[in-house]
């Protein structure tokens, strides 16, 4: 997936803002110079920053006396169907374990993405495996955030330990999360490994930056139980950094691609934001049944068929928003647009 000839410095289109971030829901950008050169002071900068500024680094509090079993362990307003009849028809305590499903299922879609999508991302630039990625700077930073995600894989995956002993769920099966399974499948259907490449890249770079305002919702939600808004507090703090080590990345790859690879971006870089915004319909239905809520069909059918489970329309705003800051044009918008 090399240039033939690398370019001895990486141009971008123009000198459109790169930086994105996660403020209040939605995806803002700040101005980032457009070189190479630039690329790589970012990336050296990250390297002491990362001492001070990684949840990993730093003191943990002691999570476990956050504990607050009154407290319910997940928004009601991040339900999909919490207007539906059924689910409102459900006693309290019913809802209560809905509640704490969403918040298990919230976490092992975390697990999932960091583990399939975002990790073999890492895994790639330290392998030099992607054109524009191979610099010392890159490859030192990608380190850093393998490290990252680690601890945050081990941040959830206690979270989910204890919600399930305190709740009783320690028998709750997941299947494998949607986002996961659409990238598995675009990737069998590509005929070249730049291609496969490629998918894996674009999917990592559009979950970290969607998985940065699930984060931002979560732990700011007050009537959640504290220990698991300060696990996403903590999840959060790295996440802020991963979103313009990604952009930057994922820029810097584009730019060192060739034209026929750099269409292939053109044709894929809306999907995995699409798929993130999916909803998870599967998992919720198989939890529901496992939860043996009546109609739980019924009501997953009716969220389907009123598109309550999706989030595509923004989904579509926001990876329009990071192709403008990546400067790249001409995205297939209308093969993306077909699938709403």
Same mark, same amino acid.
């Given at each position: 997936m090399r240039r033939q000839t690398p370019p001895a410095r990486l141009q971008t289109r123009n000198d459109s803002p790169l930086q994105l971030k996660a403020d209040d829901g939605a995806l803002v950008?700040?101005?980032?110079?457009?070189?190479?050169?630039?690329a790589r002071r970012f990336l050296t900068r990250l390297g002491p920053h990362w001492a001070?500024?990684?949840?990993?680094?730093?003191?943990?509090?002691?999570?476990?006396?956050?504990? !607050?079993?009154?407290?319910?362990?997940?928004?009601?307003?991040?339900?999909?169907?919490?207007?539906?009849p059924t689910y409102q028809g459900l006693d309290e305590a019913m809802k209560?374990?809905?509640?704490?499903?969403?918040?298990l299922i919230y976490n092992e879609?975390?697990?999932?993405? !960091?583990?399939?999508?975002?990790?073999?991302? /890492?895994?790639?630039?330290?392998?030099?495996?992607?054109?524009?990625?191979?610099?010392?700077?890159?490859? !030192?930073s990608m380190a850093q955030a393998l490290v990252d995600e680690a601890y945050h894989?081990?941040?959830?995956?206690?979270? /989910?330990?204890?919600?399930?002993?305190?709740?009783?769920?320690?028998?709750?099966?997941?299947?494998?999360?949607?986002?996961?399974?659409?990238?598995?499948?675009?990737?069998?259907? /590509?005929?070249?490994?730049?291609?496969?490449?490629?998918v894996q890249l674009m999917t990592g770079v559009a979950t970290e930056m969607c998985i940065s305002r699930y984060l931002s919702l979560l732990s700011t939600a007050s009537e959640i139980q504290a220990f698991n808004r300060v696990t996403t507090a903590l999840h959060q703090q790295d996440e802020a950094s991963h979103v313009d080590l990604f952009g930057t990345l994922a820029r810097d790859v584009?730019?060192?691609?060739?034209?026929?690879?750099?269409?292939?971006?053109?044709?894929?870089?809306?999907?995995?934001?699409?798929?993130?915004? !999916?909803?998870?319909?599967?998992?919720?239905?198989?939890?529901?049944?496992?939860?043996?809520?009546?109609?739980?069909?019924?009501?997953?059918?009716?969220?389907?068929?009123?598109?309550?489970?999706?989030?595509?329309?923004?989904?579509m705003t926001d990876a329009q928003k990071f192709s403008e800051a990546l400067g790249i044009d001409n995205i297939h918008w209308d093969r993306a647009a077909a699938l709403l």
């Open positions: 950008t700040q101005p980032l110079s457009g070189d190479s050169s630039a001070r500024q990684a949840a990993v680094k730093n003191k943990e509090p002691s999570l476990t006396e956050l504990l !607050e079993p009154a407290k319910p362990d997940f928004a009601e307003r991040l339900l999909p169907f919490r207007d539906h209560r374990r809905v509640l704490s499903c969403g918040w879609r975390v697990v999932r993405v !960091e583990l399939d999508v975002v990790n073999p991302v /890492c895994n790639d630039v330290l392998l030099s495996k992607l054109p524009g990625a191979t610099s010392q700077a890159a490859r !030192e894989i081990l941040l959830v995956v206690r979270a /989910c330990r204890l919600t399930r002993e305190q709740r009783g769920l320690e028998d709750l099966r997941l299947p494998v999360v949607g986002v996961v399974r659409r990238m598995h499948a675009r990737q069998a259907s /590509c005929a070249e490994a730049w291609q496969r490449d490629l584009f730019n060192a691609l060739e034209p026929v690879q750099q269409e292939f971006v053109r044709e894929i870089l809306p999907l995995p934001w699409l798929w993130f915004s !999916e909803g998870e319909a599967d998992v919720w239905r198989s939890v529901l049944l496992q939860l043996g809520i009546p109609r739980a069909d019924v009501m997953m059918d009716d969220c389907i068929a009123n598109k309550l489970l999706s989030a595509n329309e923004r989904a």
